[in-house]
């Protein structure tokens, strides 16, 4: 199992930015996929979630109307795109894949955004 993270960086406040993850080794289009995050001295946390075929989807309350979690199974990758980044958002974001058939969950490595001025 492989991820690939990418699209992290430093941006301002009020800008914003597209994580991509583009998954191997599982069979990603039956996959949950998530992604989470953890800003620095706190636990992880969750930021949204998108059923495996893209008819669901749910954001958590931090950053709805922000962001926006999306996938493409043609392409084994899901995307979050971020606007209007707040200081706050600042974590290392991590992309993790859920198989409900089986129970079984993967996560990547993480990449790191941070908002700042």
């Known amino acids: 199992v492989q991820f690939v993270e990418s699209g992290g960086g430093l941006v301002q406040p009020g800008g914003s930015l597209r994580l991509s993850c583009a998954a191997s080794?599982?069979?990603?289009?039956?996959?949950?996929m998530s992604w989470y995050r953890q800003a620095p001295g706190k636990e992880r946390e969750y930021v949204a979630r998108i059923a495996s075929n893209g008819d669901y989807l749910h954001h958590a309350n931090s950053v709805k109307g922000r962001f926006t979690i999306s996938r493409d199974n043609g392409k084994n990758t899901v995307y979050l795109q971020m606007s209007r980044l707040q200081p706050e958002d600042t974590a290392v974001y991590y992309c993790?894949?859920?198989?409900?058939?089986?129970?079984?969950?993967?996560w990547g490595k993480g990449i790191l955004v941070t908002v700042s001025s």
């Open positions: 993790r894949a859920f198989q409900s058939d089986g129970g079984m969950e993967y």
């Open positions: 080794g599982f069979t990603f289009s039956s996959s949950i």
